[in-house]
């Protein structure tokens, strides 16, 4: 009976120790971040070769096929090749004629919903321009060179083929089917030499397309960083009062503690302190000097909306250390400077800008 007694209050004693560290222990969720990747794209459609003619009696069929690097969330490169048919058109008598051509394309891509609404790998419209430059190879000219050979002045007329370099742009949109795969839609214009279409125009030629298809994204294209888990400042422990004794003794003087908090703001990704800035040094340099015996703990944090845990922490590490090296130039011993910092596992402020700060306590 008697062991049963002493184990039931140990087992007593443990709940609330065990209450109070799973209370007081924080979580920071994990952050997704992008994974740089390779895809690919298949498109098919129509193409519109201006001139004169008719709309309708310009268009021709078109696809294209390329493979690309996705760099960062906004930055990719593709290279491929696009082509199939191209038209033209005299003016007089209503003549058309067709003929092919491959083209050879380099683009630089901008994801445009990332840039604007930041990185999310779940979302489903996904928007994106391009630039670009490429080389096209044109051939079987057959029918213009027939047409010529009726009278009609075709002053840029070639036969066996035909070199002309690029300059494209374009917009796009990948709609998320999966993780990997996306349907695509994209609208592009293509400016030529004048002699392209084998008519002499004074200017040069342009080609559009509008095209759809398939983009499909290879591995992963993203990943959930682990939670954080730290332990909260810690509370100071409760002062407990003493009852009063019999024998009147005289009030002890109370000391109150002095202290002085600034908080720096820095500006996002930098760790320079700006010149608004460093009066909140000024001042904290000149308290610890009236006061010889306090010490300055000085903590960086970075907003965690930004950056990734690795940049974070490093950056949050060189906003310390900045304040701490201006401190010491104003002649503050480094005895009495404690440098610490956060990265973005603790988040002292509501808001993303006022997270990316040093918090100085002089005690």
């Keep these: 009976m008697h062991w049963n007694n002493l184990l039931t209050a140990f087992v007593i004693g443990l709940i609330p120790i065990s209450a109070y560290s799973q209370a007081t222990q924080s979580t920071t969720e994990g952050k997704t971040e992008f994974v740089p990747h390779w895809f690919m794209q298949v498109q098919a459609g129509a193409a519109h070769t201006r001139g004169e003619a008719k709309f309708g009696d310009l268009i021709s069929p078109a ?32 003549q058309h004629y067709k003929y092919n051509y491959l083209q050879g394309n380099v683009d630089a891509t901008l994801d445009l ?48 083929n035909k070199i002309s370099p690029v300059g494209r742009a374009g917009l796009g949109t990948n709609l998320r089917l999966t993780s990997n795969l996306f349907f695509n839609i994209e609208v592009n214009a293509n400016v030529l030499s004048d002699k392209f279409n084998s008519k002499k125009a004074g200017n040069a030629d342009w080609q559009f397309n ?8 290879f591995g992963k294209t993203s990943r959930k960083t682990e939670p954080v888990y730290y332990e909260p400042t810690p509370q100071p ?35 320079k302190i700006r010149t608004a800035e460093e009066q909140k040094i000024e001042k904290l340099a000149e308290f610890m000097k009236n006061h010889a015996d306090c010490k300055v703990t000085i903590c960086g944090y970075a907003d965690k909306q930004t950056g990734n845990a690795n940049i974070n ?51």
């Design 113 to 160: 919903s990332n840039l604007f609404c930041h990185y999310n790998p779940d979302r489903f419209f996904n928007a994106y321009m391009f630039v670009g430059v490429g080389l096209n190879g044109a051939f079987n000219n057959d029918e213009a060179v027939a047409l010529a050979n009726k009278g009609y002045d075709l002053r840029y007329l070639w036969t066996d």
């Design 313 to 363: 922490m490093n950056l949050s590490k060189k906003r310390a250390e900045a304040v701490a090296a201006q401190l010491k130039e104003k002649g503050i011993d480094s005895q009495r400077i404690t440098v610490d910092y956060k990265g973005d596992t603790v988040q002292p402020f509501s808001t993303a800008e006022e997270n990316r700060v040093t918090i100085c306590i002089a005690e």
């Design 63 to 94: 696809g294209a096929i390329y493979g690309g690097y996705q760099f960062t969330p906004l930055w990719g490169l593709r290279a491929g090749i696009s082509g199939w048919q191209a038209k033209g058109g005299w003016a007089a008598g209503n």
């Design 237 to 271: 422990a409760p002062v407990v009062k003493e009852e009063p004794k019999p024998v009147q003794q005289p009030a002890p003087v109370k000391q109150e503690k002095i202290n002085l908090t600034e908080n720096v703001f820095f500006t996002i990704n930098s760790s």
């Design 210 to 217: 509008a095209l759809a298809g398939f983009t499909i994204k």
